[in-house]
C-alpha cells in the first residue's frame, strides 16, 4: 500500500487503526461493566438505587482509564526516550534500506564511535547503487527498459542514406535524455 498512496498515508492509516481500537476497548468495557452491574443487582435483589450508583462507578472507572491512557504514554515514552538518549542502542531500529528522511536529531552506530544525523534540521538517507559504468551512485527508480522508435519514410536507398545522419542524431539526443533523467 505504500506504494500506492505512500508512506504518509500508511502512517496515518496507522494511527486511525489504533484509535479505533482503543474506542473497540472502550465499548467493550462499557458493556461489560453495565453487564457486571445488572447481573450483580439481579442475583443480590438490590434496589434500583444502588444500581445505578454501581453503573456511575462502572462509568466513571472506565473514564479515568481511558483519560489516564495518554498520561500513561507519555510517562512511558518519556522512560524510553531518556534510555534512548542515555544510550542511543536501547532506541528502536528503523531501517533505512530504501531510504528515509531524519527530521529529529539521530544516533547511528559507526566503526568504533557514534554518528549523528539530523541536528540540524532534516536530513535524507539516500540508498547507492553501481551503475552499469561501475560508479557508484545514488538509486533513482527501478531502471526500467525504455524503448525508441524511429519511423523513416525514404522513396529509395539514397534518400535513407541521406537521412541515416539525422537519425543518428536523434537517436544521440534520445540516449541522452534519458540518462539526464536517471
Not at 439481579?42 to 498520561?71: C, H, M, Q
Not at 532534516?122 to 525504455?146: K, M, N
Request: proline share 4%.
Amino acid at each position: 500500500m505504500a506504494e500506492l498512496f505512500g508512506e504518509a498515508f500508511e502512517a496515518e492509516l496507522a494511527d486511525v487503526s489504533v484509535e479505533l481500537e482503543r474506542i473497540r476497548d472502550l465499548g467493550s468495557a462499557v458493556g461489560s461493566s453495565l453487564t457486571r452491574s445488572l447481573r450483580g443487582a439481579i442475583s443480590e435483589g438490590r434496589s434500583l438505587r444502588t444500581l445505578l450508583a454501581d453503573i456511575g462507578r462502572a462509568f466513571a472507572d472506565v473514564a479515568l482509564k481511558a483519560a489516564l491512557r495518554p498520561f500513561g504514554d507519555l510517562v512511558s515514552g518519556g522512560i524510553e526516550s531518556l534510555f534512548a538518549g542515555i544510550n542511543p542502542a536501547l532506541a528502536p531500529v528503523r531501517p533505512f534500506a530504501k531510504g528515509g528522511v531524519l527530521s529529529a536529531p539521530t544516533y547511528f552506530p559507526m566503526a568504533g564511535q557514534w554518528g549523528l544525523a539530523g541536528e540540524a534540521g532534516s536530513e535524507a538517507i539516500l540508498p547507492l547503487r553501481r551503475g552499469a559504468d561501475g560508479r557508484l551512485g545514488v538509486a533513482a527508480g527501478g531502471g526500467q527498459a525504455v524503448t525508441v522508435n524511429f519511423n523513416v519514410t525514404a522513396s529509395d536507398a539514397r534518400s535513407f542514406a541521406a537521412a541515416e545522419a539525422e537519425v543518428s542524431a536523434m537517436l544521440l539526443r534520445a540516449v541522452r535524455r534519458g540518462t539526464r533523467g536517471s
